[in-house]
């Protein structure tokens, strides 16, 4: 094998697999500093914590490679749990309780696409204006007041099946349902290519915004679930609850590997970088770190993801030129 063969193989292990080697070597890390973190309990606790904002970063997922965003889920999240708690006061079903959490997070997303796929607003903007106005539907909803007394509701986010979480298992369909969608369906693959350039995915064929707006619906129905959740794991309705947990989910999207530019990220990836910030905060918790210094930490790993999203970015594009620069003068060279 040629140097530029081996080159070009160990950059793509480690643009591929690089995020489970940190994975690894944190857990390992970790293990060494309190040996109380490899505890089973210690790690299904990690799992029950970092569930909702995993699920919420698969939906991130998914919009971030087809070139958006959404900073509205966190408020959404919020809306539909109140009003998901609600209808179970009033009807008794938890069945009824969860698809009214759907049907709110799809709503509020097919709202989002309108405005950036109809109206061309930029997902910043768009979802912004959607993380104001669902936070204060959920607050005058409840008239600002907490909603108590939530019976069997708790089961969602506190029930544990053979001594799993429910809320690690649903998790875990989640990812399961993500990575089918983006390795094995047309939608998956219609979303790299939207991300990757999406004027070339227009001329392609692809509905573009008919894409988007299923990977909002996809979204919604993924902040309806994380919305059933949350208020279910704090026993209550909190119309101010899961307050930036859309940048959680941005977090562990980007660590994972999802590019900001689209076209680029894994669900395997982003469940990675979502168990690398809930190792961070579990054992600076169990060394009980400044709770002001964890929000630094977690600041730095995002500017630090970043940055190396930016980096890699960079390196792809130069040796795409110069791959096809060293083509070009081997035709040059044949003629």
Known sequence: MSTDNKSKLWSDIRSKYSIYFVLTALFIISWMANENFVSAENLKNISAQISVGTILAFGQTVLIISGMLDLSSGSVLALA?????????????????????????????????????????????????????????????????????????????????????????????????????????????????????????????????????KAFVYNGILVGIAGVLFMSRVNGGMPNGAQGYEFKALTAAVIGGTSFTGGIGTAGGTLAGAFIVGFLDNIMVLAGVNSYLQQIVRGAIIALAVIYDIQAKTVRTKRKHGFAEVKQSNIEKSI
């Open 81 to 213: 749990g109140v009003l998901s708690i609600s209808s179970y006061k009033m009807t008794g079903s938890l069945l009824i309780a969860f698809i009214v959490a759907i049907v709110v997070g799809v709503v509020c997303n097919i709202l989002n696409g309108i405005m950036i796929t109809k109206f061309k607003t930029p997902p910043f903007i768009a979802t912004l204006a959607m993380m104001t106005m669902a936070r204060g539907a959920a607050l005058m909803y409840t008239n600002g007041q907490n909603i108590y007394q939530i019976g069997n509701y708790i089961i969602f986010g506190q029930g544990r099946i053979m001594g799993i979480p429910a809320p690690a298992i649903f998790m875990i369909i989640v990812l399961l349902i993500t990575w089918y969608i983006l390795r094995n369906t047309v939608f998956g693959r219609s979303i790299y290519a939207i991300g990757g350039n999406e004027e070339a995915a227009n001329a392609s064929g692809i509905n573009v915004e008919r894409i988007k707006m």
